[in-house]
């Protein structure tokens, strides 16, 4: 079993910056990539930013520039530093990781979500 837990998500005003983080536990082997993504109401989800083991990193273009993924493999940590918060950027925002277990199995796994809401 793998769990997901993402913190850091808040009420924050537009130009201001918000940490999220996230947690991956379980049964873990290896974790691959890791990624964010966030979907705001009638919208799909979107990829925000996605880095591999080895860190090398991808990101939306609406949110270059402005934030920054980054992993401890050793504490199976993601997290994402936001800055200059648009109004835009208000969604929900979900931790994914790629997660190889020790029962020889491959998936992807989520986190439950957290409110990011940006005011203008």
């Known amino acids: 079993q793998v769990q997901l837990v993402e913190s850091g998500g808040g009420l924050v005003q537009a130009g201001g910056s918000l940490r999220l983080s996230c947690v991956v536990s379980?049964?873990?082997?290896?974790?691959?990539?890791m990624g964010w993504y966030r979907q705001a109401p009638g919208k799909q989800r979107e990829l925000v930013a996605k880095?591999?083991?080895?860190?090398?990193?991808d990101y939306a273009d609406s949110v270059k520039g402005r934030f920054t993924i980054f992993r401890d493999n050793a504490k199976h940590t993601v997290d994402l530093q936001m800055s200059s918060l648009e109004p835009e950027d208000t969604a929900i925002y979900y931790c994914?990781?790629?997660?190889?277990?020790?029962?020889?199995?491959?998936?992807?796994?989520w986190g439950q979500g957290t409110q990011v809401t940006v005011s203008s």
């Open positions: 880095i591999t083991r080895a860190g090398s990193t």
């Open positions: 994914n990781a790629e997660v190889f277990t020790f029962q020889l199995r491959t998936g992807n796994y």
């Open positions: 379980g049964s873990i082997f290896r974790i691959n990539d």
